[in-house]
């Protein structure tokens, strides 16, 4: 006769908390499932997208993300802990799928920047079968790596763990170096480029890779550093399951947030799985535009876009560094299940939601060239002389 063991739910259905916590998770892997899949769907059925290698790469990163949120309603449906000490584990299957973002992501990052500061040698060298092998790479990589973590000995599968997490922090890093060099270029390079639908295209990709990577980096960077210091000072924080986890919960809302990111910033992206899923399925007509697209092109039109991108990325912004401590507080007064820390200082919540001091200015001078021009002529241009010249290089090159 079977033996079967059946692992239960991951709460206990004791307090009206618990119910609203299991019905987050199911809306959060649904809508998961939903966005991701959307996405993909649309880029393969779409032969104009699929073309083009930017959303080669995107389609990738939805299948990831799809899979991540089918995934949501076993790891945070039921009693299980990924991580040590783990407990109904899944054999790291579904954490893998953050290394193969990962990769994807470097790759992306590599090819706009190709893309914009060597055009030529992108044309020839760069074909969508070589995006196409990158991709595939990807999880060969990662889950071939995986395959042999589990078929060593204890001691070698400990080594490939540790090489595992060297090459994960020098991926980040370089992943870090990358986004700046991307932001300088679309910056300067993009400026010297004519006016044109190739240009408008560039700098699209460019804003989506820089975006995407950005909330990446922030949505999974309590989690990593927790994983770091855990490894070097050999402390672990028990939780009772990846439920009430707020840095699980945070890390997993980014397969959520990223093809949403890729429906915001792409028009193209938007029309292909309105018509190619949803106008399938739903029986309503196709929206209608906007008020700014109705609106005819005028400084006025483009003053009101600037100042909806920036309201609009300052609050997700807020949102999103101040989620953790959100979360934590409500578990800890609902489920007595939060994480508490020794101080302020070593608290992770707090040092990621104060950081939003530092993003809202950031957001607020890449979003107004007019508010970047008034602070280098009013504060840089008098403290460094240099800022001042490369201000004017760069008029002078607009004219």
């Not at 089918?70 to 299957?93: A, E, M, W």
Request: proline share 5%.
């Amino acid at each position: 006769m079977l033996n079967i063991t059946l692992i239960p739910l991951c709460v206990d259905f004791d307090s009206p908390g618990d119910y609203f916590l299991f019905m987050f998770h199911i809306l959060a892997g649904a809508c998961t499932v939903i966005v991701a899949g959307s996405v993909a769907c649309g880029i393969i059925k779409t032969q104009a997208l699929l073309r083009q290698n930017r959303f080669i790469f995107m389609l990738n990163t939805s299948i990831c993300d799809t899979m991540t949120g089918c995934g949501i309603f076993y790891q945070f449906l039921f009693d299980v802990r990924v991580g040590f000490p783990s407990k109904n584990g899944t054999y790291y299957i579904l954490p893998s799928l953050l290394g193969v973002n990962i990769m994807t992501f470097l790759f992306a990052q590599f090819d706009r920047y190709f893309a914009v500061c060597h055009p030529f040698f992108y044309g020839r060298f760069i074909t969508t079968r070589v995006v196409i092998c990158v991709n595939v790479y990807s999880w060969v990589h990662v889950y071939s790596q995986l395959l042999l973590q589990h078929m060593v000995p204890l001691s070698k599968a400990i080594q490939i763990g540790t090489y595992s997490r060297i090459s994960l922090m020098v991926i980040i890093i370089t992943k870090v170096i990358m986004t700046i060099k991307l932001l300088v270029v679309a910056r300067h390079q993009l400026l010297r480029e004519p006016l044109g639908p190739e240009r408008d295209s560039k700098k699209e990709s460019l804003l989506i890779i820089v975006v995407v990577v950005v909330f990446f980096l922030l949505l999974w960077g309590p989690a990593m550093l927790y994983t770091a210091l855990a490894s070097l000072t050999g402390k672990y924080l028990v939780i009772k399951n990846d439920a009430v986890n707020p840095m699980k919960i945070l890390s997993r809302s980014n397969a959520l947030c990223t093809p949403s990111l890729y429906l915001c910033a792409s028009p193209s992206l938007r029309t292909a799985v309105w018509e190619t899923v949803w106008s399938k399925i739903c029986c309503c007509k196709k929206p209608k535009r906007v008020q700014l697209e109705r609106d005819p092109p005028s400084a006025e039109r483009e003053s009101k876009k600037e100042s909806l991108r920036i309201i609009i990325f300052v609050v997700i912004s807020f949102l999103v560094l101040w989620c953790p401590s959100f979360v934590n507080l409500v578990l800890r007064l609902a489920f007595g299940q939060g994480i508490t820390f020794r101080n302020e200082a070593t608290n992770l919540f707090a040092i990621l939601a104060r950081f939003n001091a530092v993003c809202t200015p950031a957001v607020y001078l890449w979003g107004s060239p007019a508010l970047r021009e008034a602070m280098v002529r009013t504060v840089w241009g008098r403290v460094c002389p240099r800022c001042k010249k490369s201000k004017r290089i760069h008029v002078s090159s607009l004219r």
